[in-house]
């Protein structure tokens, strides 16, 4: 072992795990408390806690600018925004969407009583593969819904020229994209509609909500309608609708956090430039990096465990989780090995780099819950095991 990652190791007393507190993926970054607190008790104040609020509209107006896309709505969560979105659209039928994605995205159309078709990734971005899009669009395909997974963006200029030819709409889930952009511009104007997420788990959190993008007037209208029962003024039923709303508690939240939110990307970065050099020069590791010249929130900072390595990723992850350090095995398994789906007539489809990723992939924690120091230790700890497999470091 070289000396640095023995002053890694020999730093810990005998028996006792690298960190004495638990360095959770998705743990909330928070904007100070004095400043939630303010713009709570302002929505106390005014009485107006919900029902399209102050808070609620501004989140909206400053998302929009963020986004450069002429309308964004707020909903209360990411997973009610894809269906209102799949039935603002009318889709009906199949949708075609990536099985290496949170199992929210598949659940979305399946709970509308649509069929969801599960197909592959491509390796260079995790993103849904528009060569197995086309071979698998039959007559019944109501449209394709792809996954700007880890922020990183999908292709859309080939999933947008699929769509124009089939004349079916393309609905991105950009749960993962805050803060991130392509060819020049933020993601959030590609495709028919777009769906951010604000869950607390998010580089941008507001508690629980959503944001749905579009620049389609017409597509926006009928979209605020549906978040609201249907209803466009008082005593008006317009159409059928749902309780997709935020409230004003989640828009303080959001707002908060929305004003610190560059300090934090950058924060971000910072860590992944911490665990990219502690993990430098270890074989048979492959940490995520953004394609040159794309803007990136670095809020999910992914390593691929590669087949050469002395370890397989499932015993790094059990390493990792015995020194405090609770990685997650994002996304295992893929949605079509999970329910109802892999229980589907014919089984569940073959989806080759997507069953490989599903056994390679790990997620570093991020955010403000530590310093990149702590990121650079836990990368020499990473690379301690794998050029010492055989003793295993259970313990340091």
């Avoid at 709570?40 to 896309?69: F, H, K, M, S, Y």
């Avoid at 039928?93 to 099985?99: F, I, S």
């Avoid at 159309?109 to 260079?124: H, I, K, S, Y």
């Avoid at 859309?156 to 079916?168: K, N, P, T, Y």
Wanted: hydrophobic share 40%.
């Amino acid at each position: 072992m070289r000396s640095a990652e023995s002053a890694v190791l020999s730093s810990v007393p005998d028996g006792a795990p690298l960190f004495d507190r638990v360095l959770y993926v998705g743990r909330p970054s928070m904007a100070p408390d004095a400043e939630v607190h303010a713009r709570i008790q302002g929505a106390l104040d005014r009485r107006w806690l919900t029902n399209d609020g102050p808070l609620v509209q501004e989140l909206e107006r400053r998302c929009a600018e963020r986004l450069q896309v002429p309308h964004c709505i707020a909903v209360n969560n990411a997973t009610l925004g894809l269906e209102v979105a799949l039935r603002a659209l009318d889709v009906q039928g199949e949708v075609l969407l990536p099985a290496f994605t949170f199992i929210g995205t598949a659940h979305a159309a399946q709970w509308l009583g649509l069929t969801p078709v599960f197909c592959d990734v491509r390796d260079a971005d995790h993103g849904l593969d528009p060569e197995d899009v086309e071979r698998r669009i039959t007559p019944a395909t109501g449209a394709i819904l792809a996954v700007h997974l880890w922020g990183r963006a999908c292709a859309v200029e080939a999933l947008e020229a699929i769509a124009r030819r089939h004349g079916i709409p393309l609905i991105l889930d950009a749960a993962h994209a805050m803060g991130c952009g392509h060819a020049g511009r933020p993601l959030g104007s590609r495709g028919t509609v777009e769906v951010f997420s604000l869950h607390a788990t998010k580089g941008l959190n507001a508690l629980e909500g959503g944001l749905i993008t579009t620049a389609d007037d017409a597509l926006a209208e009928r979209i605020r309608l549906m978040r609201n029962f249907g209803i466009p003024g008082e005593d008006l039923v317009d159409c059928v609708g749902t309780n997709a709303k935020m409230n004003e508690f989640s828009a303080a939240v959001g707002l908060c956090n929305l004003d610190h939110f560059e300090a934090l990307c950058a924060h971000n970065l910072r860590l992944h430039a911490a665990y990219a050099d502690g993990l430098a020069g270890v074989p048979g590791l492959r940490l995520m990096v953004p394609e040159a010249g794309q803007a990136f929130s670095h809020h999910y900072i992914v390593l691929e465990v590669l087949p050469q390595a002395p370890l397989d990723r499932d015993r790094l992850v059990s390493l990792l989780r015995a020194q405090n350090v609770y990685v997650r095995r994002y996304f295992r398994p893929g949605c079509h090995h999970g329910e109802p789906y892999r229980s589907r007539p014919g089984g569940p489809p073959v989806l080759p780099v997507t069953d490989r990723l599903s056994r390679s992939l790990l997620q570093l924690p991020s955010g403000l819950q530590l310093t990149p120091e702590e990121a650079h230790r836990i990368g020499r700890f990473i690379a301690s095991c794998l050029r010492a497999p055989a003793q295993g470091h259970t313990s340091p």
